[in-house]
């Protein structure tokens, strides 16, 4: 899964194929996983670990969207539909080591880590980008799924990533080559807080994508700023100055607000004036916006402090380390 650092939003159609958006995100050690084994019975049978969810099937060339299972279905029917496999007969489980909802792009690392699975199994021929536009259009065209981009290709490359979106739904994954004490640093004073809330992302993203369709003056204003803040971002990392963090998370996160009405309320301001009191400079809602995980820039020796009075308020400070390494698949005998 990833943290989203700057330019959360402008990866969004119709923004992205206007203006061009700007992205840099950051994979860390949450993962979702999926283990798919071969079966000769003439079944489809889908596992969600650790929850008691199944859904056995017939199978078929072309499977129901069910509910619960709509992710599960969706790449099957593409994956038989675009590489003309035929029917499959197999058992798909999958597990994923944070809530959906959680702002910190789990459906689309799902969608990916299943996707993985059936490239592995058949050989398919795809590199990483094909993998990603694959996942980005089973849950934004098949699934009617709204949403951006950036996900995807978080989950597949991996990584710190400066992304560039443009028009034709073109994404360049531009990798950033920063010094290991950078890295330390930045991981050492960003704290990750999960508000113990999750939000339906899907509702936030169509007023954004309304605003900018309407040419709402104030919101795609906004959009152009927080674009700015990824090259900010950037800039400010390959710099090594790492004191501008927070600024940069501030800005963001005084615009990202005026992208739409629901991304903020009473209870995440609350945390992020708590937070800001008790010795954070920056920070920002993960994903859409509205619950889920926030994280703040601590500099110094302010992280646990910061943790602690964030603690009262009914949420938990999440450990975690970035990661190099995307969407990774093996076959075991």
């Given at each position: 899964?990833?943290?989203?650092?700057?330019?959360g939003g402008?990866d969004?159609?119709?923004?992205?194929?206007?203006?061009g958006?700007?992205?840099?995100?950051?994979?860390?050690?949450l993962?979702a996983?999926?283990?798919?084994?071969?079966l000769?019975?003439?079944?489809?049978?889908?596992?969600?670990?650790?929850?008691?969810?199944?859904l056995?099937?017939?199978?078929a060339?072309?499977?129901?969207?069910?509910?619960g299972?709509e992710?599960?279905?969706g790449?099957?029917?593409?994956?038989?539909?675009?590489?003309n496999?035929g029917?499959?007969?197999?058992?798909?489980?999958?597990?994923?080591?944070?809530?959906q909802?959680s702002?910190?792009g789990?459906?689309?690392?799902?969608v990916?880590?299943?996707?993985?699975a059936?490239?592995?199994?058949?050989?398919?021929?795809?590199g990483?980008?094909?993998i990603?536009?694959?996942?980005?259009?089973i849950?934004?065209v098949?699934?009617g799924?709204?949403?951006?981009k950036?996900?995807q290709?978080?989950a597949?490359?991996?990584?710190?990533?400066?992304?560039?979106f443009?028009?034709?739904?073109?994404?360049?994954?531009?990798p950033?080559?920063?010094?290991p004490?950078?890295?330390?640093?930045l991981?050492n004073?960003?704290?990750?807080?999960?508000?113990?809330?999750?939000?339906?992302?899907?509702?936030?993203?169509?007023?954004?994508?309304?605003?900018?369709?309407?040419?709402?003056?104030s919101?795609?204003?906004?959009?152009?700023?927080?674009?700015e803040?990824?090259?900010?971002?950037?800039?400010?990392?390959?710099?090594?100055?790492?004191s501008?963090?927070?600024?940069?998370?501030?800005?963001g996160?005084?615009?990202?607000?005026?992208m739409?009405?629901?991304?903020?309320?009473?209870?995440?301001?609350?945390?992020?004036?708590?937070?800001?009191?008790?010795g954070?400079?920056?920070?920002?809602?993960?994903?859409?916006?509205?619950?889920?995980?926030?994280?703040?820039?601590?500099p110094?020796v302010?992280?646990?402090k910061?943790?602690?009075?964030?603690g009262?308020?009914?949420?938990?400070?999440?450990m975690?380390?970035?990661?190099?390494?995307?969407?990774?698949?093996?076959?075991?005998?």
């Amino acid at each position: 899964m990833r943290i989203g650092l700057a330019g959360g939003g402008t990866d969004v159609s119709p923004y992205s194929d206007l203006y061009g958006g700007a992205i840099l995100n950051a994979t860390i050690d949450l993962y979702a996983y999926a283990s798919l084994e071969p079966l000769n019975n003439g079944k489809i049978e889908f596992v969600i670990d650790g929850t008691g969810k199944t859904l056995t099937l017939d199978t078929a060339s072309e499977l129901p969207v069910q509910s619960g299972f709509e992710l599960f279905a969706g790449v099957y029917n593409r994956i038989v539909k675009q590489f003309n496999t035929g029917a499959l007969s197999f058992r798909l489980t999958s597990y994923i080591e944070a809530p959906q909802g959680s702002g910190l792009g789990t459906s689309s690392t799902i969608v990916v880590s299943l996707l993985g699975a059936f490239v592995e199994w058949l050989r398919l021929p795809l590199g990483k980008y094909d993998i990603a536009h694959l996942a980005y259009d089973i849950e934004r065209v098949d699934l009617g799924m709204s949403g951006g981009k950036q996900d995807q290709y978080a989950a597949t490359f991996g990584g710190i990533n400066f992304l560039e979106f443009l028009a034709h739904d073109k994404v360049i994954v531009n990798p950033l080559q920063l010094k290991p004490e950078i890295i330390h640093e930045l991981e050492n004073n960003l704290l990750l807080y999960y508000t113990s809330t999750q939000r339906v992302s899907a509702a936030i993203i169509d007023e954004q994508v309304k605003n900018v369709k309407e040419k709402n003056t104030s919101s795609v204003e906004a959009m152009h700023r927080l674009k700015e803040q990824a090259l900010q971002m950037k800039d400010a990392l390959l710099r090594g100055e790492l004191s501008k963090i927070g600024e940069v998370l501030h800005f963001g996160w005084q615009n990202k607000k005026q992208m739409a009405h629901s991304i903020s309320n009473d209870f995440i301001d609350s945390i992020y004036h708590t937070a800001m009191q008790s010795g954070a400079t920056g920070g920002k809602i993960s994903g859409a916006g509205g619950g889920g995980f926030m994280f703040f820039y601590c500099p110094g020796v302010s992280k646990i402090k910061v943790a602690r009075a964030l603690g009262a308020l009914g949420g938990n400070m999440q450990m975690f380390k970035f990661t190099r390494d995307g969407l990774v698949a093996w076959t075991a005998e």
